[in-house]
């Protein structure tokens, strides 16, 4: 089952549609992020089917996605540019603090709007040919979708100001070294990775996945002393779940798999 929008398309996989693979499907333009694919994408994460449990992002061709369209950058006045921004703040919002956990399968180009994307999802696959920049700072502009509240949060602030003031570009495994990606895999598996990895996270009770997406990084960014607080709510609203209960005792009862080895 797929559905298509502009220049994206849904497909749901697994044995109850339980992993939705959201894929760029302008490959001509390098999966450019025009204003109807922002959109689209918006759309698809504010819409996902009951069923779905995680999903993956990943861009067809031989890039996973350059960024913002460069062809509709006209002039904007200060209005329309904030309005502008805002947009892909509620798109890439929905990708962050939508239902589920989300994975991006990286490749290539991982550039500018493209890697605000990325940095929008909750776990980071690449492969060997992706490569990282924010090419703003030479094209005169500045990032608009996120990228200055959730990169440094990756990488540092340092690492950051140095690729958009110096144009530096990260090769793969530079990039899975100072943590944009978590997991690095051989060329062409970065989107099989993605899907074993959405399929497991997709056997997790929901609310402890929603808990991990929605109030981790919430936490993170409180007083340690709220911190603490939320975290004995959320804690306590978690094991409270039957869901929860039912696995305790399962591995109580030596019927649910043990912790091995790394
Ligand atoms: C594009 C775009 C784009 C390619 N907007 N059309 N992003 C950038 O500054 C990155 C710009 N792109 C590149 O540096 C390169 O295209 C790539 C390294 C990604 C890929 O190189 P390559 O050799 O495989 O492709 P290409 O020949 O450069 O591009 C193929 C076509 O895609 C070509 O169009 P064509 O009609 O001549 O075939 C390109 O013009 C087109 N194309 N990238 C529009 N980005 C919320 S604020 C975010 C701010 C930003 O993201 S700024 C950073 C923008």
Same mark, same amino acid.
């Given at each position: 089952?797929? $559905?298509?929008?502009? %220049?994206?398309?849904?497909?749901?996989?697994?044995?109850k549609?339980?992993?939705? /693979? =959201?894929?760029?499907?302008?490959?001509?333009?390098?999966?450019?992020? $025009?204003?109807?694919?922002?959109?689209?994408?918006?759309?698809?994460?504010?819409?996902?089917?009951? *069923?779905?449990?995680?999903?993956?992002?990943?861009?067809?061709?031989?890039?996973?996605?350059?960024?913002? %369209?460069? $062809?509709?950058?006209?002039?904007?006045?200060?209005?329309?540019?904030?309005?502008? $921004?805002? #947009?892909?703040?509620?798109?890439?919002?929905?990708?962050?603090?939508?239902? +589920?956990?989300?994975?991006?399968?990286l490749?290539?180009?991982? +550039?500018?709007?493209? /890697?605000?994307?990325?940095? *929008?999802?909750?776990?980071?696959?690449?492969?060997?040919? #992706?490569?990282?920049?924010?090419?703003?700072?030479?094209?005169?502009i500045?990032?608009?979708?996120?990228?200055?509240?959730?990169?440094?949060?990756?990488?540092?602030?340092?690492?950051?100001? %140095?690729?958009?003031?110096?144009?530096?570009?990260?090769?793969?495994? %530079?990039?899975?070294?100072?943590?944009?990606?978590?997991?690095?895999?051989?060329?062409?598996?970065? /989107?099989?990775?993605? /899907?074993?990895?959405?399929?497991?996270?997709?056997?997790n009770?929901?609310?402890?996945?929603?808990?991990? #997406?929605?109030?981790?990084?919430?936490?993170?960014?409180?007083?340690?002393?709220?911190?603490?607080? #939320?975290?004995?709510?959320? *804690?306590?609203?978690?094991?409270a779940?039957?869901?929860?209960?039912? @696995? +305790? @005792?399962?591995?109580?009862?030596?019927?649910?798999?043990? =912790?091995?080895?790394?």
């Amino acid at each position: 089952m797929a $559905s298509k929008k502009q %220049d994206l398309t849904v497909e749901l996989r697994g044995k109850k549609k339980e992993v939705a /693979l =959201v894929r760029l499907t302008r490959p001509a333009k390098r999966n450019a992020l $025009s204003d109807g694919l922002i959109y689209a994408l918006r759309d698809a994460f504010q819409n996902l089917p009951a *069923s779905v449990r995680a999903a993956v992002i990943d861009g067809e061709g031989e890039h996973f996605c350059a960024g913002l %369209d460069l $062809s509709e950058l006209k002039e904007r006045d200060a209005g329309q540019g904030v309005f502008h $921004s805002r #947009t892909w703040h509620t798109a890439l919002d929905a990708v962050q603090y939508g239902p +589920v956990p989300v994975i991006a399968a990286l490749h290539g180009a991982v +550039v500018g709007g493209g /890697l605000e994307l990325a940095s *929008s999802a909750h776990i980071r696959v690449a492969d060997a040919t #992706t490569f990282y920049a924010l090419p703003e700072g030479t094209r005169g502009i500045f990032v608009g979708g996120g990228g200055s509240v959730r990169i440094p949060k990756l990488i540092g602030v340092a690492r950051m100001t %140095d690729m958009m003031l110096t144009g530096r570009v990260y090769n793969a495994e %530079d990039g899975e070294r100072l943590g944009f990606a978590q997991y690095l895999v051989p060329e062409g598996q970065a /989107l099989d990775k993605a /899907l074993a990895l959405a399929e497991r996270i997709a056997q997790n009770a929901p609310l402890t996945n929603y808990a991990l #997406t929605h109030a981790l990084p919430r936490i993170a960014e409180q007083p340690a002393d709220h911190g603490f607080m #939320t975290e004995a709510l959320i *804690s306590a609203i978690a094991q409270a779940a039957p869901e929860a209960k039912a @696995r +305790v @005792r399962a591995f109580l009862e030596g019927k649910a798999a043990k =912790v091995q080895k790394g």
